[in-house]
């Protein structure tokens, strides 16, 4: 029983798939976040040097 379990490799591919599809999601959160705080950067700037120009 623990041999047929052993070389029973039909749920394998499923569960490559779903491991690329949240290392996938991981690099998307985090490219999300990291672009996130760059525009709020930028739009600070701009908020800043309106204020300096008013």
Same mark, same amino acid.
């Given at each position: 029983m623990l041999r047929t379990l052993l070389k029973d490799t039909? !749920?394998?591919s499923? #569960?490559?798939y779903a491991i690329i599809a949240s290392l996938v999601s991981v690099a998307a959160i !985090? %490219?999300?976040l990291a #672009? !996130?705080?760059q525009s709020k950067a930028n739009l600070e700037?701009?908020?800043a %040097?309106?204020?300096q120009a008013n």
């Open positions: 039909t !749920g394998a499923a #569960l490559e !985090g %490219a999300f #672009l !996130g705080n700037s701009v908020k %040097a309106y204020e």
